[in-house]
């Protein structure tokens, strides 16, 4: 498997709180991804990096941001957290951009109330 | 931009019997497609790929895809399904230097 680790695993907060969500790889891929995933949605992407401080945004990207500081760890941050950000949360890597395969950690459920 | 429609949300099957799961994108530019099948409450894992060559692609679990350019297709079939594959199924397309877009997911219900 995959090296990785997303934390926390679950987490509930209250509308207006921020929250850091972690990916940490030990794959030492170049690629690492955000996406969340709600019922009738499948999965979207929120943002992504290509490198050490180099992101872009994805689909979903309002009311998100990220940074990578390092190449193994991925935060993303809510800064202000709604209730319309209630989801399950998927890091994932790849070496390449495309057309590559990608290696999903293992979720972060978020409920925001 | 890239887009995948997959046809049907839930797809319920009695075991041993034949699936399909479809999957249409939406591509002006050469595409590479991939299937994802997720297990319950765990992440995605990748079930195949097609990236070029020949159009039938098989993957793990007995699974496999055929790619048609012509129908902007790449249906998923298993030709004798068990109570273990039952999961959700993501259909993928990426361009060369786009990242991966998902389907909204096919819940495959195998009944015994």
């Known amino acids: 498997d995959a090296g990785i680790t997303q934390s926390p695993r679950h987490k509930v907060t209250e509308t207006g709180t921020p929250v850091t969500l972690r990916c940490h790889q030990t794959?030492?891929?170049?690629?690492m991804y955000w996406y969340r995933q709600d019922p009738g949605h499948g999965l979207r992407l929120i943002h992504y990096?290509?490198?050490?401080?180099?992101?872009d945004k994805g689909e979903v990207s309002d009311g998100y941001s990220v940074s990578r500081s390092k190449t193994e760890d991925f935060l993303l941050t809510l800064e202000s957290a709604t209730s319309s950000q209630t989801s399950v949360y998927f890091c994932?890597?790849?070496?390449?951009?495309?057309?590559?395969?990608?290696?999903f950690g293992e979720g972060s459920r978020l409920t925001v109330l | 931009a890239q887009s995948v429609t997959q046809l049907d949300s839930q797809v319920p099957v009695f075991e041993e019997a034949p699936v399909e799961l479809r999957c249409n994108y939406s591509?002006?530019?050469?595409?590479?497609l991939f299937w994802y099948v997720q297990y319950p409450n765990q992440g995605l894992q990748l079930l195949l790929k097609?990236?070029?060559?020949?159009?039938l692609v098989k993957g793990i679990n007995g699974f496999e895809a055929e790619f048609n350019k012509s129908q902007t297709s790449f249906h998923l079939r298993k030709p004798s399904v068990h109570i273990s594959d039952t999961a959700e199924y993501f259909c993928?397309?990426?361009?060369?230097?786009?990242?991966?877009?998902f389907g909204k997911g096919t819940r495959l219900s195998v009944i015994a």
């Open positions: 994932a890597i790849s070496e390449g951009r495309a057309p590559g395969e990608l290696f």
């Open positions: 794959e030492n891929h170049r690629y």
């Open positions: 990096s290509y490198g050490v401080k180099d992101t």
């Open positions: 591509s002006s530019v050469s595409v590479y």
């Open positions: 097609y990236l070029s060559g020949s159009t």
């Open positions: 993928a397309v990426s361009g060369r230097n786009t990242p991966l877009v």
